[in-house]
Nanobody
Framework: QLQLVESGGDLVQPGGSLRLSCVVS????????IGWFRQAPGKEREGVSC???????YYPSSNKGRFTISRGTDKNTVYLQMNSLKPEDTAVYYC??????????????????WGQGTQVTVSS
């Protein structure tokens, strides 16, 4: 059984930074693509970034330059570094996994496993 656990969400002022973590267990991590998504109240879930087993990453143009996805040396943790945060970044952030896939996509329907989410609030 694959499990994903996010952490690192917090209240931060505009312009600040946060690093979210996603710990993946129950799967040979090398064979999974991990994505980060977010969902604000009343809005659709949207893709933030993804990283596959060979290190390919993708960012939508709206996040490029502010967000950085990476894997830990243990390969079981994926990080999302978020800089220059804006109030519109406020959302619950989720990580998700595609088993045995190299498809780095921010389409939520491609992912089979999801974490419980971590709240990020950007406010002064």
């Amino acid at each position: 059984q694959l499990q994903l656990v996010e952490s690192g969400g917090d209240l931060v002022q505009p312009g600040g930074s946060l690093r979210l973590s996603c710990v993946v267990s129950g799967l040979t991590f090398d064979y999974a693509t991990i994505g980060w998504f977010r969902q604000a109240p009343g809005k659709e879930r949207e893709g933030v970034s993804c990283i596959n087993a060979v290190g390919t990453v993708y960012y939508p143009s709206s996040n490029k330059g502010r967000f950085t996805i990476s894997r830990g040396t243990d390969k079981n943790t994926v990080y999302l570094q978020m800089n220059s945060l804006k109030p519109e970044d406020t959302a619950v952030y989720y990580c998700a996994a595609q088993r045995k896939s190299l498809a780095c996509t921010t389409l939520a329907g491609a992912y089979n496993y999801w974490g419980q989410g971590t709240q990020v609030t950007v406010s002064s």
